[in-house]
């Protein structure tokens, strides 16, 4: 049977689902309501408030990315020396988040952090002074860090189960002491890992908007907000694409930059 | 004879209720080739891994030198090791491979330099400085893993099977080169393998490991030749291993028929171990009109004929038993021989006094 036959239904996928809606999005961002060529949807993210918006992005998601990062190494670290069945059930419980719904999960950190939340319940059962958390930027990074995490730890995890363990015995033979060889071997060697793993959590985090209009309140605009506020609200569906595009090139700037790294592809999807 | 340079001392090892060393002592001389070989579990692997630091004995010392080292990370060691499938650093190109240990070592970029020019020198990789460890052929690979080590002037190198995952021609290639470097740096070379024709080509020593326990140890002609049990025997190159009655001295019976032999003192009508190896037995026709009449002693007929290269070997079925002959002279199938055995090719050995023996004993 012809291969080629086989990717038929791909292709249509691809076509209908991926093509059309990034063409669309294109087309709209390129026009105006009268139908002309333009670049002002474009050049609308240095209106000042764009700008801040997209400041606000780039500098939670890369916030997050980072506590991510700190959070999941040692975990997966810890996770790839685990022997027997014991194994498992770790690692399900890290998997098992991922099974539920983001948009309920996110739901149960506002009950959580609300002024008459949870926490703030059993803050004050203890005589300590309710902290507000719900609706500032650390809410949202709290959100981000819990939804994104799994993704961070997954292919890190990977990359370290695939290290041979001779190898890292062969730099103690070699004689580094135990700082040496995670510096010079198993850090070099995650690498890959780390990198998709920052992918992985930087380009959800950068577009998300489910998680700032939740945790931050409506005072709180992430560019993500800006976009979905443009085509829901606003009926703007020019604008929207327009800056939905600046967005991407971030995107795409950073899977670039994680594909050169990333040459064994660890769960890359670019 | 040159001195002693590591003692194992009454080591013992278990990996939870698994006994894998047990009260094991062994002594490496200076500039000795010693060979652990054995069947895979027999310990030999486990022993490496205490020299270099990887494993702990649960009881028993590690003398280097003289001194204790027994709890030594393997990092404070003066000695190497090439692993199996080498354990190159794949994010480093060969010459950062090489200087590894010099560069955690803080020496000097110039001494670096001229160590790994001289260590690709020596390994005949010249050239390949900036190839990465993935573009290279096992065998390559293989003598990156020994320029790595050697860089670090270890006192001894240890080599756990390390020509395992390359074929068979390069297999005997690297044999000799691994005899020529250990005679060019004149360090002690302790190797693990389970082959016993690598064992008998490059060793000075050969240690015959079996089930954790030191079966023999000795010079690979003691090993092949006078195999101190049936074990040994069987392992190292073939054999036909036989129950046996040492009647007297210097009279042994096997399958029935009496054979002269050179050995003393088994006591009378004791019975033992009997080896004769394939290239020692001697096959006389007895179908050839006017060959050898008699038809006293052992007689058999042979029932497989293999060409092997430099000689034949033949399956002859003698009083229940099936030999293994090789003969660079042909005997057809279905030829009657009678097999004679010089006395001095006779190798006899007491039975093992344990339940082993009992289980043997019921199988018949």
């Known amino acids: ?270 | 004879m040159e001195k002693e340079l590591i003692t194992l001392s009454h080591i013992s090892k278990a990996f939870g209720a698994q006994p894998v060393l047990d009260d094991l002592t062994l002594h490496i001389r200076e500039n000795e080739f010693v060979t652990l070989l054995g069947p895979s579990g027999c310990g030999k692997t486990t022993t490496l891994r205490i020299l270099g630091g990887f494993e702990t004995p649960d009881a028993g010392q590690v003398i280097f030198d003289g001194k204790d080292i027994t709890n030594l990370p393997p990092n404070k060691r003066q000695l190497n090791t090439v692993f199996q499938k080498y354990a190159l650093f794949t994010h480093l190109d060969v010459a950062e491979n090489i200087a590894f240990g010099l560069k955690v070592k803080k020496k000097d970029n110039a001494y670096i330099q001229s160590k790994i020019d001289y260590a690709l020198n020596l390994v005949g990789l010249k050239g390949f400085e900036h190839r990465m460890p993935d573009s290279l052929s096992g065998g390559q690979q293989q003598r990156i893993a020994i320029a790595r080590a050697i860089v670090n002037e270890p006192k001894v190198l240890l080599l756990d099977e390390p020509l395992g995952a390359l074929d068979l021609k390069l297999r005997q290639d690297m044999q000799y080169e691994l005899i020529r470097l250990k005679n060019e740096l004149g360090i002690t070379f302790v190797y693990v393998t389970h082959d016993q024709e690598e064992a008998l080509t490059m060793s000075d020593t050969i240690v015959v490991m079996n089930q954790g326990y030191i079966q023999q140890i000795g010079t690979p002609e003691d090993i092949y030749n006078e195999p101190v049990n049936a074990f040994v025997a069987d392992f190292i190159g073939d054999s036909n291993i036989m129950d046996g009655i040492f009647v007297q001295d210097k009279l042994v019976e096997i399958l029935g028929v009496k054979f002269n032999c050179v050995d003393m003192g088994f006591g009378k009508n004791k019975p033992v171990d009997v080896v004769i190896r394939p290239e020692d037995v001697e096959l006389i026709s007895l179908d050839k009109e006017g060959s050898a009449s008699s038809e006293e002693g052992l007689t058999g007929v042979v029932t497989d004929v293999i060409f092997k290269g430099v000689h034949y070997e033949m399956c002859v079925m003698a009083n229940g038993f099936e030999w293994i002959v090789h003969s660079t002279t042909m005997f057809p199938v279905d030829t009657k021989v009678k097999i004679t055995v010089h006395p001095y090719n006779i190798q006899i050995m007491n039975k093992p006094e344990s339940e082993d023996e009992e289980a043997v004993s019921i199988d018949e």
């Open chain 1, 1 to 270: 049977m012809n291969k080629k036959l086989l990717s038929f239904p791909y292709a249509v996928w691809a076509f209908v689902f991926i093509l059309i809606p990034l063409g669309m999005i294109f087309f709209y961002g390129l026009t105006d309501k009268t139908g002309a060529f333009t670049l002002e949807n474009v050049t609308a993210i240095s209106s000042p408030g764009h700008l801040k918006a997209l400041a606000l992005s780039v500098g939670l998601s890369f916030l997050s990315t980072l506590l991510c990062l700190l959070f999941a190494y040692p975990l997966a670290y810890i996770l790839s020396h685990l022997k027997g069945g014991g194994m498992g059930i770790i690692i399900a419980l890290f998997i098992l988040p991922m099974w539920m719904n983001s948009l309920l999960r996110t739901l149960a950190w506002q009950t959580i952090l609300e002024k008459t939340g949870v926490l703030n319940s059993l803050l004050s059962l203890a005589h300590l002074p309710p902290l507000q958390i719900i609706n500032t930027p650390y809410a949202i990074i709290l959100g981000m860090v819990y939804n994104f995490l799994p993704f961070m730890i997954l292919p890190i995890y990977n990359s370290l189960t695939k290290i041979d363990p001779n190898v890292v015995s062969a730099a103690y033979d070699l004689g580094a002491d135990t700082f040496q060889v995670f510096l010079r071997v198993i850090l070099p060697l995650s690498g890959s890992g780390i990198i998709s793993g920052i992918t992985m959590v930087f380009v959800p985090a950068l577009t998300t908007f489910v998680i700032s209009t939740l945790l931050g309140g409506s005072k709180i605009l992430l560019i993500g907000n800006v976009i979905e506020q443009e085509f829901t609200q606003a009926n703007n569906w020019y604008l929207g694409s327009g800056l939905s595009m600046v967005l991407m090139v971030f995107i795409i700037i950073n899977m670039v930059v994680s594909a050169i790294f990333d040459r064994d592809g660890e769960g890359s999807i670019v």
